[in-house]
């Protein structure tokens, strides 16, 4: 499918008060004809320029609108990547690009939200491959407009989205001057897959060791269950020992065992059949699949990368542990063109606030991030 065919002929000028930015929305069809979905550029008011270099915003796995509510502040700040936008436009001659994940259209901030704007049906069409042709996409359609200069272009990425960023740098089908990652990852999904399947629930499990002992009791599992990471998750049965205790080597080889069956019975599944996350479809398992069987690093899609690389990660992180980014980019390094700057932000989670996983962003780290995404266009 064409990229004119693509676009569906109406865009929309979106008053956005209280800001110096106005926004233009264009609607476009999906490239396997299943649906459509809504990019936003936000064009900084204050500047009268012909053509705007634009940075374009990239989120991670979830369910996500333009916004991308991942904040648990209370606050307008909650929309990590409006706010990100708003600090680019009001602050720089710079545009910004977000979009709507296939079958979200609005924010899912509550249970209302979620039956109202949320399409299980289109969210079974998302596998690995649909969803990078829906990022090249926005990529696409965004560079290719008249007010954009498409050869100035910048990218942001959160978590998976850095993944996904690094997929379409090596298949050359995107041409940023540089790339930006907060809460980034640096090794391979199928070795950050086993992590928090396997070390990090070894981790949180010994959590619930009260005598700090390096023993963990099944009465101490019973006790510490509720207010545990897998309360609502994992059933307590899967916890238990058959000897009434665990040692970490014991634990870890029993979540290894659960996880190569975990493995196995999804790699079984049609590409299309639901994958369901707490309740709702979350994807087709052709998305989730893609965890169990890419093995090709963020730093080797990026190796004959010459732009601007940069992570923002924060040192409690609970989804893309820093450190071990850290060490793996070190252990790697020698094969990338450019040297990646990683800034690792101390007490900051995965969306660089005090919480493990969500925000909203630090105020000072979000305008650094800013500037860092800017840098490259100006």
């Not at 004119?4 to 002929?9: D, M, Q």
């Not at 963020?298 to 990368?305: A, M, Q, R, T």
Request: hydrophobic share 40%.
């Amino acid at each position: 499918m064409s990229l004119a065919k693509s676009i569906v002929f109406l865009t929309t000028i979106l008053c956005v008060f209280n800001t110096s930015a106005f926004s233009e929305e264009i609607i476009v069809n999906t490239k396997d004809g299943v649906t459509s979905f809504g990019i936003q550029i936000d064009f900084p008011e204050h500047c009268n320029q012909r053509e705007y270099p634009a940075v374009m915003l990239v989120a991670g796995t979830g369910l996500y609108y333009r916004n991308v509510s991942l904040g648990i502040g209370g606050t307008e700040r909650d929309l990590v990547f409006k706010d990100l936008s708003n600090r680019i436009t009001q602050n720089y001659c710079v545009a910004t690009i977000r979009y709507d994940y296939r079958g979200v259209s609005c924010d899912l901030v509550d249970r209302p939200a979620i039956e109202r704007c949320l399409d299980e049906d289109i969210r079974s069409s998302l596998t690995a491959k649909t969803l990078l042709e829906d990022i090249q996409l926005v990529y696409d359609t965004a560079t290719s407009h008249p007010k954009i200069n498409g050869k100035k272009i910048s990218m942001l990425g959160h978590s998976e989205g850095s993944i996904n960023i690094s997929r379409m740098v090596a298949r050359k089908s995107v041409s940023p001057l540089g790339v930006v990652f907060f809460g980034g990852v640096t090794e391979s999904p199928k070795s950050l897959v086993r992590w928090q399947f396997v070390d990090r629930s070894v981790d949180y499990a010994f959590a619930m060791d009260t005598d700090s002992d390096d023993i963990l009791t099944n009465l101490e599992i019973m006790k510490g269950y509720d207010n545990s990471q897998f309360n609502g998750v994992v059933p307590i049965q899967t916890l238990l020992s058959p000897t009434g205790v665990w040692n970490r080597f014991g634990l870890k080889t029993s979540f290894t065992y659960q996880f190569s069956f975990v493995v196995a019975n999804s790699l079984i599944q049609p590409d299309h059949k639901p994958y369901i996350q707490n309740d709702v479809v979350f994807s087709g398992y052709g998305w989730w699949k893609k965890w169990f069987l890419d093995d090709t690093s963020v730093v080797e899609n990026l190796k004959d990368f010459t732009g601007a690389i940069t992570y923002f990660n924060g040192s409690i992180d609970s989804q893309a542990p820093s450190r071990q980014q850290m060490e793996f980019l070190a252990d790697n390094i020698h094969m990338m063109k450019t040297i990646p700057e990683f800034k690792l932000f101390e007490g900051k989670g995965h969306s660089l606030s005090s919480h493990p996983l969500y925000g909203p962003i630090d105020e000072d780290i979000a305008d650094e991030m800013a500037a860092k995404l800017v840098e490259p266009l100006i």
